[in-house]
């Protein structure tokens, strides 16, 4: 494990999403139908849903929404036919990338997120290229103003948590992804508020970016996230504290 904090890279991801709100609304709430579509409404049992919860909460998706795509994915027995697919390629200083994409229609797709990497990028390259130095990981962010640095490594690692790295103002619990049910648990019987948690892509180094290449790689980014298939975007990029 890198001793680097992917915090940074989240909350930057996240203003960005501020800013964006209504195409994230879309793609999230699409998300949802579709894993209750797959896995059904309960989220115990569905992970999928889940986080798409998860997810929808911390981007302050309105309950009304939420309720709709639950109600859509419930209800449908015909509809669009979406997939998932997973685009590699690379990005400015050979930041490697990988594109989470749900799609009704593979070509349009592919056609989109390789013209993004040809036109912002390094290029897209072949299944595997890249995804190979990515892990999906658990992620808790608890501010230090939750608990002591001695009580979230006690509840965590109990929990069955890999590692918990300690930040200037908040702890990074890090986990498999089977054990996240347990460690998430374990902080709410505990009374420890998460300011983030998610099961993300974790790679296993970072390429340190100066500013110039920084400012390239937020605008891949950018384009990426923008595409309406594009639900995730994941990298090995360190983006300088300024």
């Given at each position: 494990?890198?001793?680097?904090?992917?915090?940074?890279?989240?909350k930057?991801?996240?203003?960005?999403?501020?800013?964006?709100?209504?195409?994230?609304?879309?793609k999230?709430?699409?998300?949802?139908?579709?894993?209750?579509?797959?896995?059904?409404?309960d989220?115990?049992g569905?992970?999928?849903?889940?986080?798409?919860?998860?997810?929808?909460?911390?981007?302050?998706?309105?309950?009304?929404?939420?309720?709709?795509a639950?109600?859509?994915?419930?209800?449908a027995?015909?509809g669009?036919k979406?997939?998932?697919?997973?685009?590699?390629?690379?990005?400015?200083?050979?930041?490697?990338?990988?594109?989470?994409?749900l799609?009704?229609?593979?070509?349009?797709?592919?056609?989109?997120?390789?013209?993004?990497?040809?036109?912002?990028?390094?290029?897209?390259?072949?299944?595997?290229?890249?995804?190979?130095?990515?892990?999906?990981?658990?992620?808790?962010?608890?501010?230090?103003t939750?608990?002591?640095?001695?009580?979230?490594?006690?509840?965590?690692?109990?929990?069955?948590?890999?590692?918990?790295?300690?930040?200037?103002?908040?702890?990074?619990?890090?986990t498999?992804p089977?054990?996240?049910?347990?460690?998430?648990?374990a902080?709410?019987e505990?009374?420890?508020?998460?300011?983030?948690?998610?099961?993300?892509?974790v790679?296993?180094?970072?390429?340190t970016?100066?500013?110039?290449?920084?400012?390239?790689?937020?605008t891949l980014?950018?384009?990426?996230e923008d595409?309406?298939?594009?639900?995730?975007v994941?990298?090995?990029?360190?983006?300088?504290?300024?």
């Amino acid at each position: 494990m890198s001793g680097h904090s992917k915090w940074a890279n989240i909350k930057r991801k996240k203003g960005k999403n501020d800013a964006i709100r209504a195409k994230i609304t879309t793609k999230i709430s699409r998300e949802i139908t579709i894993a209750v579509r797959m896995g059904g409404s309960d989220p115990v049992g569905n992970m999928r849903l889940k986080l798409a919860l998860q997810k929808a909460k911390e981007n302050n998706i309105p309950k009304d929404n939420i309720k709709r795509a639950i109600q859509k994915g419930a209800g449908a027995t015909e509809g669009q036919k979406y997939e998932d697919i997973v685009y590699e390629g690379y990005g400015p200083a050979g930041v490697a990338v990988t594109v989470n994409v749900l799609t009704d229609n593979r070509n349009r797709a592919a056609a989109e997120v390789r013209h993004v990497f040809s036109k912002y990028g390094s290029g897209m390259g072949e299944t595997g290229c890249v995804g190979w130095m990515f892990h999906s990981k658990g992620i808790f962010i608890v501010s230090k103003t939750q608990a002591d640095e001695d009580t979230v490594m006690e509840v965590a690692l109990d929990a069955g948590a890999d590692d918990v790295k300690t930040g200037d103002n908040e702890f990074e619990i890090v986990t498999a992804p089977d054990v996240f049910d347990a460690v998430e648990q374990a902080l709410v019987e505990h009374q420890i508020e998460t300011e983030h948690a998610q099961i993300t892509m974790v790679p296993d180094t970072m390429i340190t970016l100066n500013e110039q290449d920084a400012e390239k790689m937020e605008t891949l980014i950018d384009a990426l996230e923008d595409l309406d298939d594009v639900q995730d975007v994941y990298h090995n990029g360190d983006f300088p504290e300024e």
